[in-house]
């Protein structure tokens, strides 16, 4: 059987470029309306959320003092019944800045004035008798408002008969070079990362010269890990409770806290000194005093200290983050007198401005250091020799 076309092939080329455009049309017809949909969809999303922020508007007006854009909101506009709004209540403050008390008790604890770091500044501040000058405070005022220290002063020279004004040069200069330092002591962490040891965990000593942190691991709040049972404890709990307690739950059980003391170094020579103790190779370390336990990532990080680029550490732009004084030393009303042993004493009036950092709560591990002396003011408060009755200095002739 023979099949003949009788359509020319112009006729058959329209023919298949009609299909196709009936093909593109209905593909566009589709893709508009999918797009139609999209925007209502969306026009729907945002007129829902912009009557939403309406109603939260009103609601807030409603909560807060009953208007809205300057218009008097009515009671039918209010979904929830809250009854007064929080502006009709004349005592608003003392019901909502518990809130705020609340939120801000970490800044007020970190910017509270530790009064007690004031005498281990004494002490550190006035000279003894070890370089020759003492200075001995009469009167003494401290102005928290200007971290001012004021008082009347006593100054003695046992190594010269002429005392002349050597003590208070020897007062100024010991002041200008003070610097505090402040910082945490540190532990690495399970994940390797350094934590933070709580300051109230650590107390401060000196041995043979350096200062040491000593860390009470085990006491309450200080990473107090449970000390598991021995195996001998073990299977004596299973002998008389094993019908009580299974051998899991009974090797879970804690026994006891022990408080372990690690000492942890301060003082370093330089960086490498740093890093050893870093890594626990405290070559200054005092087996008699500290045991044989030197471990590792255990150290202090300090807020001020600053290394130079050979390893040392950068005396200038250490005192310059963390100088004693804020600004310079007035002193006043010098003349001499006669003490109760009839020894010729330069008497004067000081004004001394220190550094607020000194005596913020915020500030953990304070420690005052002068060029001859040091002192940890927040783990040992030493109150000397450093202060004279007033009225036992008599004017010279």
């Known amino acids: 059987m023979y099949e003949i076309s009788l359509v020319p092939d112009v006729k058959a080329e329209l023919l298949r470029k009609q299909r196709l455009r009936n093909l593109f049309v209905l593909i566009c017809v589709g893709v508009a309306i999918a797009c139609g949909a999209v925007v209502m969809i969306l026009l729907s999303v945002m007129g829902g959320q912009t009557v939403s922020m309406n109603n939260q508007k009103k609601e807030i007006g409603c909560r807060y003092d009953m208007k809205m854009n300057g218009k008097t909101l009515k009671s039918s506009d209010c979904k929830s019944n809250m009854g007064t709004p929080v502006m009709y209540f004349n005592n608003r403050q003392t019901l909502l800045t518990i809130q705020d008390q609340l939120k801000s008790l970490d800044t007020l604890n970190n910017s509270m004035i530790k009064f007690s770091r004031i005498f281990g500044l004494l002490d550190v501040l006035l000279l003894d008798e070890e370089k020759g000058s003492k200075i001995e405070v009469s009167e003494l005022a401290v102005d928290f408002s200007s971290m001012t220290l004021s008082f009347d002063a006593v100054g003695y020279d046992k190594s010269s008969a002429n005392i002349g004004y050597k003590p208070l040069e020897a007062f100024k200069k010991n002041a200008e070079r003070m610097r505090y330092d402040y910082g945490e002591y540190m532990r690495r962490g399970d994940d390797e990362n350094d934590e933070v040891i709580p ?3 650590i107390s401060e000593e000196t041995i043979n010269g350096l200062v040491y942190g000593v860390y009470s691991k085990g006491a309450p709040g200080c990473e107090a890990p449970m000390v598991e049972p021995t195996e001998e404890d073990k299977d004596a709990g299973d002998d008389e409770e094993s019908d009580e307690k299974s051998d899991e739950e009974t090797s879970a059980e804690p026994v006891e806290n022990e408080i372990e003391k690690i000492y942890i170094r301060r ?19 005092d087996e008699s ?14 807020s001020c200290i600053s290394w130079s680029e050979d390893g040392k550490m950068d005396e200038a732009a250490t005192l310059e983050t963390c100088p004693f004084l804020s600004d310079e030393i007035a002193v006043t009303n010098s003349s001499y007198g006669l003490d109760t042993n009839e020894q010729l004493v330069l008497t004067f009036q000081s004004s001394v401005p220190i550094s607020t950092e000194i005596f913020l709560s915020g500030n953990h591990n304070m420690q005052i250091l002068s060029p001859t002396r040091q002192n940890v003011t927040d783990s040992y408060v030493q109150v000397r020799d450093m202060f004279v009755a007033g009225d036992s200095i008599k004017e010279a002739n």
């Open 289 to 302: 005093v500290m045991g044989k336990n030197n471990y590792k990532g255990y150290y202090f990080e300090s």
């Open 267 to 285: 003082t370093y020579k330089d960086r490498d000194d740093y890093e050893s103790v870093r890594e626990g190779k405290d070559k200054y370390w």
């Open 199 to 201: 300051y109230f965990c």
